[in-house]
Protein backbone atom coordinates (compact mmCIF):
# COMPACT_ATOMS: atom_id res chain seq x y z
CA UNK A 1 0.00 0.00 0.00
CA UNK A 2 2.58 2.43 1.09
CA UNK A 3 4.64 1.61 -2.19
CA UNK A 4 1.59 1.97 -4.50
CA UNK A 5 1.07 5.36 -2.55
CA UNK A 6 4.62 6.42 -3.07
CA UNK A 7 4.16 5.63 -7.02
CA UNK A 8 0.64 7.95 -6.45
CA UNK A 9 2.62 10.98 -5.00
CA UNK A 10 5.37 10.46 -7.64
CA UNK A 11 2.86 11.08 -10.15
CA UNK A 12 0.96 13.72 -9.16
CA UNK A 13 4.30 16.00 -8.46
CA UNK A 14 5.51 14.97 -11.70
CA UNK A 15 2.27 16.06 -13.54
CA UNK A 16 2.52 18.99 -11.30
CA UNK A 17 5.92 19.61 -12.11
CA UNK A 18 4.84 19.79 -16.33
CA UNK A 19 2.34 23.04 -15.90
CA UNK A 20 4.46 25.50 -16.52
CA UNK A 21 3.38 29.12 -16.16
CA UNK A 22 3.68 31.84 -19.05
CA UNK A 23 6.35 33.46 -17.21
CA UNK A 24 8.45 30.60 -17.26
CA UNK A 25 7.69 29.77 -20.96
CA UNK A 26 8.77 33.05 -21.92
CA UNK A 27 11.69 32.93 -19.93
CA UNK A 28 13.12 29.91 -21.32
CA UNK A 29 12.20 30.71 -24.78
CA UNK A 30 14.41 34.34 -23.71
CA UNK A 31 17.17 32.01 -22.21
CA UNK A 32 17.40 29.86 -25.03
CA UNK A 33 17.22 33.19 -27.66
CA UNK A 34 20.20 34.28 -25.66
CA UNK A 35 22.40 31.25 -25.93
CA UNK A 36 21.51 31.19 -29.99
CA UNK A 37 22.55 35.13 -29.84
CA UNK A 38 25.89 34.24 -28.05
CA UNK A 39 26.61 31.63 -30.23
CA UNK A 40 25.69 33.92 -33.59
CA UNK A 41 28.39 36.10 -32.36
CA UNK A 42 30.94 34.22 -31.56
CA UNK A 43 30.83 32.25 -35.00
CA UNK A 44 30.40 35.54 -36.88
CA UNK A 45 33.78 36.70 -35.05
CA UNK A 46 35.62 33.73 -36.68
CA UNK A 47 37.40 34.48 -40.38
CA UNK A 48 36.20 32.18 -43.03
CA UNK A 49 39.21 29.64 -43.18
CA UNK A 50 38.45 29.62 -38.87
CA UNK A 51 34.75 28.42 -40.18
CA UNK A 52 36.00 25.82 -42.85
CA UNK A 53 37.73 24.03 -40.16
CA UNK A 54 35.02 23.80 -38.26
CA UNK A 55 33.29 22.56 -40.93
CA UNK A 56 30.73 25.93 -41.68
CA UNK A 57 30.57 28.98 -44.28
CA UNK A 58 29.35 32.45 -43.37
CA UNK A 59 26.30 31.34 -45.12
CA UNK A 60 25.34 28.69 -42.81
CA UNK A 61 26.01 30.57 -39.86
CA UNK A 62 22.24 31.54 -38.64
CA UNK A 63 21.17 27.97 -39.95
CA UNK A 64 23.15 26.73 -37.09
CA UNK A 65 22.13 29.08 -34.20
CA UNK A 66 18.52 28.80 -35.55
CA UNK A 67 15.72 26.64 -34.65
CA UNK A 68 14.36 25.82 -38.75
CA UNK A 69 15.17 23.00 -40.31
CA UNK A 70 19.24 22.43 -40.97
CA UNK A 71 18.95 20.23 -43.45
CA UNK A 72 20.62 22.23 -46.29
CA UNK A 73 23.31 22.41 -44.83
CA UNK A 74 23.95 19.68 -42.69
CA UNK A 75 22.83 16.15 -43.98
CA UNK A 76 25.07 15.79 -46.75
CA UNK A 77 28.26 17.85 -45.52
CA UNK A 78 28.80 17.76 -42.18
CA UNK A 79 26.76 15.85 -39.72
CA UNK A 80 28.47 15.86 -36.61
CA UNK A 81 31.80 17.40 -37.16
CA UNK A 82 31.57 20.87 -36.18
CA UNK A 83 29.41 20.11 -33.07
CA UNK A 84 32.08 19.05 -30.52
CA UNK A 85 33.75 22.20 -32.02
CA UNK A 86 30.67 24.87 -31.22
CA UNK A 87 29.98 23.65 -27.55
CA UNK A 88 33.69 23.73 -27.04
CA UNK A 89 33.88 27.07 -28.44
CA UNK A 90 31.22 28.32 -26.22
CA UNK A 91 32.55 27.31 -23.05
CA UNK A 92 35.69 28.87 -23.96
CA UNK A 93 34.58 32.34 -25.00
CA UNK A 94 31.44 32.98 -22.76
CA UNK A 95 33.71 35.71 -21.04
CA UNK A 96 34.51 37.46 -24.79
CA UNK A 97 31.01 37.38 -25.17
CA UNK A 98 30.04 39.32 -21.90
CA UNK A 99 33.10 41.02 -22.83
CA UNK A 100 31.20 42.30 -26.18
CA UNK A 101 27.87 43.08 -24.41
CA UNK A 102 29.58 45.55 -22.38
CA UNK A 103 30.93 47.57 -25.49
CA UNK A 104 27.56 47.36 -27.58
CA UNK A 105 25.99 50.66 -28.80
CA UNK A 106 22.73 48.85 -30.06
CA UNK A 107 21.06 47.87 -26.41
CA UNK A 108 18.11 49.29 -25.11
CA UNK A 109 19.85 51.11 -22.53
CA UNK A 110 22.18 52.64 -24.91
CA UNK A 111 19.49 53.51 -27.35
CA UNK A 112 17.82 55.22 -24.43
CA UNK A 113 20.77 57.22 -23.83
CA UNK A 114 21.55 58.24 -27.35
CA UNK A 115 17.68 59.65 -27.51
CA UNK A 116 18.34 61.47 -24.17
CA UNK A 117 21.39 63.19 -25.03
CA UNK A 118 19.59 64.30 -28.31
CA UNK A 119 16.29 64.67 -26.74
CA UNK A 120 14.41 62.03 -28.78
CA UNK A 121 12.77 60.33 -25.98
CA UNK A 122 9.84 58.54 -28.78
CA UNK A 123 9.50 58.42 -32.71
CA UNK A 124 8.17 61.93 -33.65
CA UNK A 125 4.65 61.99 -34.99
CA UNK A 126 5.18 63.06 -39.10
CA UNK A 127 2.68 65.08 -40.27
CA UNK A 128 0.51 63.33 -43.66
CA UNK A 129 1.06 65.38 -46.03
CA UNK A 130 0.40 64.32 -49.74
CA UNK A 131 3.84 63.98 -51.58
CA UNK A 132 3.56 65.53 -55.43
CA UNK A 133 6.72 65.10 -56.52
CA UNK A 134 10.37 63.90 -54.87
CA UNK A 135 11.78 67.67 -54.78
CA UNK A 136 9.60 68.67 -52.37
CA UNK A 137 10.53 65.82 -49.40
CA UNK A 138 13.75 67.30 -47.46
CA UNK A 139 16.90 65.39 -47.06
CA UNK A 140 16.19 62.83 -44.02
CA UNK A 141 19.37 61.64 -43.58
CA UNK A 142 22.77 61.02 -45.24
CA UNK A 143 23.98 57.21 -45.05
CA UNK A 144 27.77 56.52 -45.83
CA UNK A 145 28.66 53.32 -47.92
CA UNK A 146 31.72 51.85 -49.23
CA UNK A 147 33.53 51.21 -45.70
CA UNK A 148 33.33 47.61 -45.33
CA UNK A 149 35.44 45.23 -47.88
CA UNK A 150 33.07 42.71 -47.31
CA UNK A 151 29.53 41.12 -45.93
CA UNK A 152 31.38 39.08 -43.42
CA UNK A 153 32.91 42.24 -42.31
CA UNK A 154 29.85 44.23 -42.04
CA UNK A 155 27.87 41.36 -40.25
CA UNK A 156 30.68 41.27 -37.86
CA UNK A 157 30.39 45.11 -37.44
CA UNK A 158 26.76 44.46 -36.56
CA UNK A 159 27.24 41.95 -33.85
CA UNK A 160 30.07 43.72 -32.21
CA UNK A 161 27.95 47.17 -31.68
CA UNK A 162 25.44 44.60 -29.78
CA UNK A 163 22.58 45.54 -32.95
CA UNK A 164 20.12 42.80 -33.28
CA UNK A 165 19.67 40.89 -36.25
CA UNK A 166 16.80 38.86 -37.37
CA UNK A 167 16.95 35.72 -39.04
CA UNK A 168 16.13 36.80 -42.34
CA UNK A 169 17.88 39.80 -42.20
CA UNK A 170 20.73 37.62 -41.18
CA UNK A 171 20.39 35.10 -43.91
CA UNK A 172 19.68 38.10 -46.44
CA UNK A 173 23.19 39.13 -45.56
CA UNK A 174 24.48 36.19 -46.44
CA UNK A 175 23.66 35.55 -49.65
CA UNK A 176 25.16 36.10 -52.68
CA UNK A 177 23.00 38.39 -54.14
CA UNK A 178 23.73 41.25 -51.53
CA UNK A 179 26.73 42.80 -52.58
CA UNK A 180 28.49 46.55 -51.01
CA UNK A 181 29.59 49.02 -52.90
CA UNK A 182 33.71 49.40 -53.86
CA UNK A 183 33.60 52.78 -53.78
CA UNK A 184 33.36 55.16 -50.41
CA UNK A 185 29.49 57.41 -50.63
CA UNK A 186 27.74 59.64 -48.36
CA UNK A 187 24.01 59.01 -49.85
CA UNK A 188 20.85 61.10 -49.15
CA UNK A 189 17.77 59.31 -47.82
CA UNK A 190 14.62 60.53 -48.13
CA UNK A 191 11.69 59.18 -45.89
CA UNK A 192 8.19 59.09 -46.37
CA UNK A 193 4.84 56.93 -45.72
CA UNK A 194 2.78 55.09 -48.25
CA UNK A 195 -0.13 57.70 -47.00
CA UNK A 196 1.87 60.59 -48.10
CA UNK A 197 2.26 59.18 -51.56
CA UNK A 198 -1.39 59.12 -51.84
CA UNK A 199 -2.89 55.94 -50.67
CA UNK A 200 -5.95 56.96 -48.76
CA UNK A 201 -6.66 52.77 -48.17
CA UNK A 202 -5.46 51.07 -44.62
CA UNK A 203 -2.73 49.20 -47.11
CA UNK A 204 -1.76 48.86 -49.87
CA UNK A 205 0.41 46.26 -51.91
CA UNK A 206 4.10 46.48 -51.97
CA UNK A 207 4.19 46.66 -55.74
CA UNK A 208 1.70 49.78 -55.58
CA UNK A 209 3.71 51.42 -53.41
CA UNK A 210 6.86 51.21 -55.27
CA UNK A 211 5.75 52.05 -58.55
CA UNK A 212 3.78 55.33 -56.83
CA UNK A 213 6.91 55.92 -55.28
CA UNK A 214 9.17 55.79 -58.71
CA UNK A 215 6.34 57.81 -60.63
CA UNK A 216 6.98 60.81 -57.86
CA UNK A 217 10.59 60.60 -58.69
CA UNK A 218 12.54 58.52 -55.92
CA UNK A 219 14.36 55.54 -56.13
CA UNK A 220 15.08 52.53 -55.00
CA UNK A 221 17.43 51.57 -52.49
CA UNK A 222 20.68 49.13 -52.88
CA UNK A 223 20.41 46.64 -49.78
CA UNK A 224 23.76 47.61 -48.24
CA UNK A 225 22.10 50.62 -47.32
CA UNK A 226 20.31 49.14 -44.30
CA UNK A 227 23.02 47.63 -42.71
CA UNK A 228 24.97 50.65 -42.85
CA UNK A 229 21.68 53.11 -41.96
CA UNK A 230 21.45 50.44 -38.55
CA UNK A 231 25.29 51.23 -37.58
CA UNK A 232 25.03 55.05 -38.52
CA UNK A 233 21.45 55.68 -36.88
CA UNK A 234 21.87 54.54 -33.21
CA UNK A 235 19.57 57.17 -31.96
CA UNK A 236 16.36 56.21 -33.56
CA UNK A 237 13.79 56.54 -31.35
CA UNK A 238 11.50 53.77 -29.76
CA UNK A 239 8.74 52.89 -31.80
CA UNK A 240 10.45 54.16 -34.93
CA UNK A 241 10.34 50.89 -37.42
CA UNK A 242 11.58 52.32 -40.82
CA UNK A 243 11.14 49.72 -44.05
CA UNK A 244 13.84 50.07 -46.77
CA UNK A 245 12.77 51.04 -49.98
CA UNK A 246 15.06 48.06 -51.85
CA UNK A 247 14.62 45.40 -54.42
CA UNK A 248 14.16 41.89 -52.37
CA UNK A 249 16.39 39.45 -52.34
CA UNK A 250 15.63 35.29 -52.19
CA UNK A 251 16.08 33.41 -48.87
CA UNK A 252 18.27 30.18 -49.52
CA UNK A 253 14.47 28.72 -49.59
CA UNK A 254 13.34 31.10 -52.59
CA UNK A 255 11.21 33.73 -50.18
CA UNK A 256 11.58 37.02 -51.30
CA UNK A 257 12.53 39.29 -48.44
CA UNK A 258 13.07 43.08 -47.87
CA UNK A 259 14.71 44.94 -44.83
CA UNK A 260 13.66 46.92 -42.21
CA UNK A 261 15.47 49.33 -39.66
CA UNK A 262 13.47 49.21 -36.68
CA UNK A 263 13.33 49.85 -32.25
CA UNK A 264 10.69 48.29 -30.49
CA UNK A 265 12.50 49.34 -26.93
CA UNK A 266 14.27 46.58 -26.79
CA UNK A 267 17.07 47.28 -28.43
CA UNK A 268 18.17 48.23 -31.99
CA UNK A 269 17.47 45.72 -34.80
CA UNK A 270 17.76 44.68 -38.30
CA UNK A 271 15.05 42.63 -39.45
CA UNK A 272 13.66 41.30 -42.77
CA UNK A 273 9.90 40.90 -43.66
CA UNK A 274 7.88 39.68 -46.84
CA UNK A 275 9.44 41.43 -50.09
CA UNK A 276 6.79 40.16 -52.53
CA UNK A 277 4.93 42.46 -54.78
CA UNK A 278 1.72 41.53 -53.18
CA UNK A 279 2.33 42.04 -49.78
CA UNK A 280 -0.19 44.57 -47.81
CA UNK A 281 1.43 47.07 -45.98
CA UNK A 282 0.21 49.62 -43.48
CA UNK A 283 0.05 52.89 -45.02
CA UNK A 284 1.04 54.46 -41.87
CA UNK A 285 4.28 52.49 -42.47
CA UNK A 286 7.69 54.36 -43.17
CA UNK A 287 9.95 53.42 -45.80
CA UNK A 288 13.18 55.12 -46.84
CA UNK A 289 13.96 55.55 -50.63
CA UNK A 290 16.74 57.66 -52.46
CA UNK A 291 15.62 60.44 -54.95
CA UNK A 292 15.86 59.37 -58.44
CA UNK A 293 17.71 61.07 -60.96
CA UNK A 294 15.17 62.88 -62.44
CA UNK A 295 13.94 64.06 -59.11
CA UNK A 296 10.40 64.46 -60.87
CA UNK A 297 7.42 62.84 -61.10
CA UNK A 298 7.62 60.52 -63.57
CA UNK A 299 5.72 57.95 -65.45
CA UNK A 300 8.36 54.96 -64.44
CA UNK A 301 11.50 55.40 -62.94
CA UNK A 302 13.97 52.46 -63.66
CA UNK A 303 16.60 52.56 -60.73
CA UNK A 304 19.95 50.53 -61.65
CA UNK A 305 22.61 49.10 -58.87
Not at 138 to 155: D, Q, Y
Not at 173 to 189: C, G, I, M, Y
Request: with cysteine; hydrophobic share 40%.
Amino acid sequence: MSTIHGVTKLGQATAKRQVFSPLEVYWDAFQKWRKRERLRTELYRLSERELTDIGLTPGDIDYVTSNRSRRDVTTARHSTRWHGAIVLMLLCTCSLVFASEAKAQCTARDGLQNQLRLKKTSSPIMPQVLVRSAVDVPVWKKVTIGTFSNSFALRNALHAVGCGTGGLAGEILARPAFTLSATKADLELYTVSAAELGFQTQTASLGQIYARAKQLGFGLAAAEIAPHLRLQYLDQPIGEFLIIGMEPIKTWEGEPVILTVGNGGAGLILIGQDGRAGAEISVASRFVFLRSHRGAPVEAARVHH
